[in-house]
């Protein structure tokens, strides 16, 4: 059976993302696949569990002898897509000369005060000029933007937002025109015609310098 291995490594949720039961790999990400006679729909990606936290946890597809993380340790098994954490986020922040600081997050729009501390001390640290950032630091915008429908679209979503904004002269009245009634990326709009474009652009631009 061929997969697509997108090698991706993962925490794996069976019930709410706050609870991690186990780590993994996404060995298939779209499409249908088959499992034990089943057709797994696209709700679902196909995972490897490489390393148990909790074994006795039960696992959301449980299959014949395959109920717990224990038993689906090593196997290929069905996973919800809303259950699997990255161990890893992107979101986009746009700092700006006049002091402001435009932020999306393609989870969610709301930025955490840990963040907000950090790019008020990146700016402290690469400039002193008061008139420009404001005696206050930077002022934080944040945009309603569109929203990642499952836990590991967020490069591919914030790559996406930054090509929308090139193709606009005012990227930020880009941001509020399209952004604000948009709050998915369509499903036609792939990542690999995307990430091809970029690399196009930028590997000429790497080798040059």
């Known amino acids: 059976m061929d997969y697509e291995d997108v090698s991706q490594c993962v925490k794996l949720c069976p019930d709410n993302i706050d609870?991690?039961?186990?780590?993994?790999?996404?060995?298939?990400?779209?499409?249908?696949?088959?499992?034990?006679?089943?057709?797994?729909?696209?709700?679902?990606?196909q995972v490897q569990i490489t390393q148990v936290i909790q074994g006795e946890a039960k696992?959301?597809?449980?299959?014949?002898?395959?109920?717990?993380?224990?038993?689906?340790?090593?196997?290929?098994?069905?996973?919800p897509r809303e259950l699997?954490?990255?161990?890893?986020?992107?979101?986009?922040?746009?700092a700006m000369t006049s002091g402001r600081v435009v932020f999306l997050n393609p989870l969610k729009s709301k930025i955490s005060s840990i963040i907000?501390?950090?790019?008020?001390?990146?700016?402290?640290?690469?400039?002193?000029?008061?008139?420009?950032?404001g005696t206050n630091g930077p002022q934080i915008w944040t945009f309603p933007c569109p929203k990642?429908?499952?836990?590991?679209?967020?490069?591919?979503?914030v790559l996406t937002y930054i090509r929308d904004m090139l193709q606009h002269s005012n990227p930020i009245t880009a941001i509020k025109a399209k952004f604000g009634g948009l709050s998915q990326y369509s499903?036609?709009?792939?990542?690999?015609?995307?990430?091809?474009?970029?690399?196009?652009q930028?590997?000429?631009?790497?080798?040059?310098n």
Request: glycine share 4%.
């Open 19 to 45: 609870n991690v039961v186990a780590e993994g790999v996404i060995i298939k990400a779209v499409d249908f696949f088959s499992y034990h006679g089943d057709i797994i729909t696209n709700d679902y990606a």
């Open 59 to 79: 696992i959301p597809y449980p299959k014949g002898a395959i109920r717990y993380v224990y038993d689906a340790c090593n196997k290929l098994v069905p996973w």
């Open 84 to 94: 699997i954490l990255t161990e890893e986020h992107w979101m986009l922040i746009i």
């Open 116 to 133: 907000a501390e950090m790019i008020k001390t990146a700016y402290a640290n690469i400039s002193s000029n008061a008139i420009v950032f």
């Open 148 to 157: 990642q429908p499952y836990n590991y679209e967020c490069g591919y979503y």
């Open 187 to 200: 499903k036609d709009d792939h990542l690999l015609p995307l990430r091809q474009q970029w690399l196009s």
């Open 202 to 208: 930028l590997l000429p631009l790497i080798y040059n």
